[in-house]
């Protein structure tokens, strides 16, 4: 996905965007950057591949050379960012988050009129350049990021930082990711996760509202667009994205998660589909909150029957090989044998999307002598891949294994019966429920309901976008 973290004061602050981006590592895994700008030297940036060494450990030999009293950083998933761009409205920072789904047709509009873009290795152009065209079109910035939001299909947050000593940060138009300020004694930062700059000694100042731009300097904040009526907030950002003590809309995310188990654990009860297990667990890291809701609510007691390696390989992606990759997702499963060997365990998984790790986490355990395995999933099945965040890197649909499993069973026909799947209660569910558990070797199966969801996040449900699970935006 990605994330940015800006920040303006009366001191320096390398250390604080430094320490800032370095706090959203778990939202990217292919680039990073930073860059500050000084009075006087102006702008120095920095870009590194973070694909197989953490942020941290690419960027500590690059701080002795920044300097300046406004910065911004940001993690990305995709292209190199964030961009330095020179144009007539001036010469400015840019670093985006989200998704272009047109991104070729505005590229031709472009093209058709004698704008060159550089071309990456890929042959691609480099999605936040393509946002800095659109911005450049317009008369000032405010009208040009408002532009670039309204053509663009998809969505767009970003963060802009000019030469003049200031940030803009813009939230996507329909508010699918969180855009907070914090402020201290010197100045203000902008960041995704509100932790962030709680560990930097910033405290809570402002949320953005949907389709919000805010100007951002070190002796304050003012809104340059004002926020609009509807907001679509990612429900994956309390489900797997956000870190345990990140709030987004007021609402916390560990929170949310026990709330979540608890509820699925309810639902398993009043339909009698609470096995008898030894114990509840969660897959870690982020399956571990559902599963301590699951395993409180149900009265079974909660362990660990195996737990990560992370010393030397915190994700599992981060190599670019994916026989290596696969090779060091195994290596980091280390077993609990005595919470393992003949027992029955229930794992509550934050989602199941492809089921490719998942079916092999579930083959170690049974090589580990586990007697029995039935899993739990803390979101509806996924029908649909995200169009606006990238949350799912699948290129099909039918990548998705709740998807293909409709597919086998039904054919195309199933495409017009794709709520009754997602209904574990229904004949279609059951079918989809017993199909997945004979591939992937679960004893049961069950899914969290959308209802179930969208009451433990807790907000207005007008709000919370879940286009995976449902088609509707």
């Not at 509840?280 to 571990?288: E, F, I, Q, T, Y």
């Not at 803390?378 to 998807?403: H, N, Q, T, V, W």
Request: glycine content about 10%; overall charge negative; aromatic content about 10%.
């Amino acid at each position: 996905m990605g994330a940015f973290f800006g920040a303006a004061s009366k001191r320096e602050v390398a250390l604080d965007v430094f320490f800032g981006v370095d706090y959203h590592s778990h939202l990217g895994t292919r680039r990073a950057g930073m860059v500050l700008w000084d009075g006087s030297e102006g702008f120095s940036r920095e870009i590194h591949s973070i694909e197989n060494t953490p942020f941290r450990t690419k960027f500590e030999k690059d701080l002795p050379g920044f300097k300046g009293n406004v910065g911004m950083g940001c993690i990305s998933d995709s292209d190199p960012q964030p961009l330095l761009v020179r144009s007539h409205l001036g010469v400015f920072s840019v670093a985006t988050v989200g998704a272009i789904n047109n991104a070729d047709a505005l590229i031709q509009s472009f093209t058709g009129v004698g704008h060159q873009f550089m071309a990456m290795s890929s042959g691609d152009v480099n999605a936040t350049e393509l946002v800095a065209a659109l911005i450049n079109t317009q008369s000032d910035l405010v009208s040009g990021i408002q532009y670039a939001q309204d053509m663009i299909e998809g969505s767009l947050t970003l963060l802009v930082m000019t030469n003049k000593g200031e940030l803009i940060a813009a939230r996507d138009r329909m508010g699918r990711l969180p855009v907070l300020i914090g402020r201290d004694d010197d100045g203000y930062c902008v960041t995704f996760e509100s932790f962030a700059y709680g560990k930097l000694g910033y405290v809570d100042a402002y949320e953005l509202g949907s389709g919000e731009i805010v100007r951002i300097t070190a002796e304050g904040f003012e809104t340059l667009a004002p926020a609009r009526d509807e907001m679509r907030i990612c429900a994956f950002l309390w489900v797997y994205y956000g870190y345990p003590n990140s709030n987004y809309e007021g609402v916390n995310v560990e929170t949310m998660r026990y709330r979540n188990g608890a509820i699925m654990a309810r639902d398993d009860a009043e339909h009698g589909l609470l096995p008898d297990v030894d114990y509840v667990a969660g897959v870690p890291d982020s399956g571990l909150p559902h599963g301590i809701g699951y395993a409180t609510e149900s009265r079974k007691p909660f362990a660990r029957p195996f737990v990560k390696y992370t010393p030397t390989w915190p994700r599992s992606f981060m190599p670019a090989n994916q026989e290596v990759r696969n090779r060091v997702a195994k290596m980091k499963q280390i077993p609990v044998p005595e919470l393992i060997e003949g027992k029955k365990l229930l794992f509550v998984d934050d989602s199941i999307v492809r089921g490719t790790q998942l079916r092999e986490t579930i083959d170690f355990l049974y090589g580990a002598g586990a007697a029995e395995i039935h899993m739990r999933s803390a979101c509806p099945p996924i029908m649909y891949g995200c169009k606006y965040l990238s949350f799912s890197r699948s290129r099909s649909d039918y990548e998705l294994i709740a998807r293909r499993k409709v597919l086998e069973l039904e054919g195309e026909a199933g495409e017009q019966h794709l709520d009754e799947y997602a209904n574990s209660h229904t004949e279609r569910g059951q079918c989809m429920l017993k199909a997945i558990c004979e591939e992937m070797g679960f004893d049961s199966l069950n899914y969290q309901t959308l209802d179930g969801l969208l009451d433990a996040i807790g907000i207005d449900r007008k709000m919370v976008c879940t286009y995976c699970w449902s088609g509707k935006e």
